[in-house]
C-alpha cells in the first residue's frame, strides 16, 4: 500500500497560543510549527537566541538534517527582535547572496545542544 502524503501544515496546525508567530514576517504555519517544537511560543522569547543553535536543536528533535535555509529564517527573526534597524540590514543583504551552485555542506553535531540561558526575573 503507497503512503500517503503528508500535507503541508495549516494555520489550524498551529496552537492558539503561538499563532501571533504568524504576524512576524518570513513565518508561515510550517516555521510557527518549528519555534513551537522549539519551545519558543511567542515573538518575545526569540530575543537574544542563536540562530545556528536553534537550528542544532530542531534538527536534533526531528532526527533530520533540515534544509539550511532554515538558518537565515531563524537569524532573520532574531535579529529584528534583537536590533530592528540591524534587521533591515539582514534582509538587504541576504537578498544580495546567492546560493552557491551544487550541494551545500553543513557538518551538524546531533549532541545535546546548548540552549540559551533564560533571563532572570531581576534583569
Do not use: W
Not at 510550517?30 to 530575543?47: H, P
Not at 537574544?48 to 526531528?62: F, G, H, P, R, V
Not at 532573520?76 to 541576504?94: G, I, K, T, Y
Amino acid at each position: 500500500m503507497p503512503k500517503a502524503k503528508k500535507r503541508a501544515p495549516r494555520v489550524a496546525d498551529v496552537p492558539a497560543k503561538a499563532r501571533g508567530l504568524l504576524e512576524l514576517p518570513n513565518v508561515g504555519p510550517a516555521t510557527a510549527l518549528d519555534l513551537v517544537r522549539l519551545g519558543l511560543f511567542e515573538s518575545k522569547a526569540l530575543k537574544s537566541q542563536n540562530a545556528d543553535t536553534m537550528y542544532a536543536k530542531l534538527c536534533k528533535i526531528d532526527g533530520v538534517r533540515h534544509d539550511p535555509c532554515v538558518i537565515d529564517v531563524f537569524a532573520s527573526l532574531v535579529a529584528r527582535l534583537d536590533e530592528p534597524a540591524a534587521a533591515q540590514a539582514f534582509d538587504d543583504e541576504s537578498e544580495d547572496d546567492a546560493a552557491p551552485a551544487g550541494p551545500l555542506a553543513i557538518a551538524i553535531d546531533l549532541a545535546e545542544p546548548e540552549v540559551a540561558a533564560e533571563p532572570s526575573a531581576g534583569s
